[in-house]
């Protein structure tokens, strides 16, 4: 995969990446622009600046999407720019921070990839000072972009970033595309309402460019399908759980059939018992 800005709107673009499929996003304005997500590490990070600096030479401003290593691990690449991120992006990385880089550093040992996993435990984790609770918007100069959060889905914290006048919205990992939606820390019964929350947002009225956290870029139809499985899985799962299954297995047993991957349907078991509790 080459690895090159493709402009999806004006002056808005997205750079999709070999590592994980992550996508990031750059949006330019008249006297600044606005890199979205920073990927996994300080290097990375680095790549990214340098590659927002051959579109453009204005002043950066960043927003995280959430709290997860590949999306904000490269801030320390961007410490220089404001870093928006929702509050709760800030306390998950606080919670999680060093047992997300002691768990992907073991990874990297376990698959050979020794200079990443050294890469990786010299980057410093740096945390987004600018902090969003409520819809928020960013004057990049000639050019609004908008700050929204509508519930739990992927995180507890997931921030999209709406970019009315190009019809483009960077949606994080509350939509996926090529692989299944990531269920680990996620809220299985709230992420479909939150999607539909998010498609039923003014700001967003007519948009019909999502930007996932990983995969191609896709329409809004594949978002309200995408809602549409998740609530299966969550109304299914309360089914399972209603006819008395016990444990995973038999979640994961009850919801096949759903077009999920066991894995992820063990996942999402995981957390609606550890949300029950």
Do not use: K
């Amino acid at each position: 995969m080459e690895l090159t800005w493709q402009e999806i709107g004006p002056g808005v673009h997205v750079r999709r990446h070999e590592e994980l499929n992550l996508n990031c996003g750059l949006v330019v304005g008249e006297e600044r622009a606005l890199v979205v997500d920073t990927r996994s590490y300080h290097q990375h990070g680095m790549e990214l600046l340098a590659a927002a600096r051959e579109v453009t030479d204005r002043e950066l401003v960043v927003v995280n999407t959430h709290a997860h290593y590949d999306h904000c691990f490269g801030n320390s690449a961007f410490r220089d720019s404001q870093i928006y991120a929702h509050t709760g992006c800030v306390e998950d990385l606080m919670r999680t921070g060093e047992l997300q880089r002691e768990q992907i550093v073991a990874h990297m040992r376990r698959t050979d990839r020794e200079e990443i996993a050294r890469d990786i435990e010299a980057t410093e984790i740096v945390l987004p000072f600018y902090l969003v609770e409520e819809d928020t918007g960013i004057d990049l100069g000639g050019r609004d972009v908008q700050l929204l959060h509508r519930g739990r889905g992927h995180t507890d914290h997931d921030l999209v970033v709406g970019v009315p006048d190009a019809g483009v919205v960077f949606a994080g990992d509350l939509v996926e595309e090529g692989a299944d939606p990531h269920m680990e820390d996620a809220f299985p019964h709230e992420w479909g309402p939150t999607l539909r929350e998010l498609l039923a947002a003014d700001a967003l009225d007519g948009v019909d460019v999502w930007v996932p956290g990983h995969g191609q870029v896709v329409d809004r139809a594949f978002v309200e399908e995408q809602a549409v499985v998740i609530e299966r899985l969550a109304e299914r799962m309360g089914e399972v759980l209603d006819d008395g299954a016990l444990g995973v297995e038999g979640l994961v047993s009850g919801c096949r059939g759903l077009g999920l991957a066991d894995q992820t349907l063990r996942d999402a078991a995981v957390r609606v018992l550890e949300l029950r509790t």
